[in-house]
């Protein structure tokens, strides 16, 4: 009732804030690169269950990761391709875009590891909602003909071959 929806407003805020302090940064920060304004465009962004933490994508293929509770800017990773979706498991961070692995950070960006898919660029992960830890699993799709599925979600468990259209 009133008061979930209390709760949801004040994480919007929250957001809301950390974003306009990113892009008051950003602006503070561009510099002139070869007489031209370096211009970088959000792609990808991703809270965590409690918005206490962000996670945004760049076209300059960095994520950045925000504490909103303490509205602090955490650290800033360079990933090889520009990102296209980021997922929260718990305290970790998945990333995915223009190349061919679920990339997985801790919460303040160290890398842990990367896990290969049948894509050669991914478009979309997903984990389903489920109670039990054996019962939920990650899914990758991208730029091939195939749904890979990871039960564990440091290896690939197998994919689903899906028939090119016509």
């Known amino acids: 009732g009133a008061l979930e929806f209390e709760i949801i407003e004040n994480r919007i805020n929250k957001v809301e804030v950390a974003l ?4 008051r940064q950003q602006k503070a920060g561009r510099k002139q690169m070869e007489g031209r304004e370096r211009k970088h465009r ?4 991703q809270t965590d269950a409690s918005c206490d933490w962000l996670v945004v994508g760049t076209s300059a293929n960095y994520l950045s990761i925000w504490n909103i509770s303490l509205m602090e800017f ?13 997922l929260f ?10 190349e061919e692995f679920v990339y997985h950070w801790n919460i303040v960006g160290k890398y842990k ?7 050669s660029s991914i478009a979309d992960v997903h984990i389903n ?12 799709c991208g730029n091939s003909n195939q749904l890979d599925v990871f039960s564990n979600f440091n290896h690939k468990g197998f994919s689903f071959q899906f028939p090119p259209t016509q």
């Open 113 to 119: 590891t990367r896990v290969q898919t049948s894509s």
């Open 89 to 98: 498991n718990g305290t970790d961070i998945m990333s995915v875009g223009s």
């Open 129 to 140: 909602e489920s109670d039990e830890e054996k019962n939920r699993v990650l899914l990758a």
């Open 20 to 23: 306009e302090k990113y892009i």
């Open 74 to 86: 955490t650290n800033c990773i360079p990933v090889a391709g520009m990102p296209s979706k980021i």
């Open 42 to 45: 959000v792609l990808c962004l």
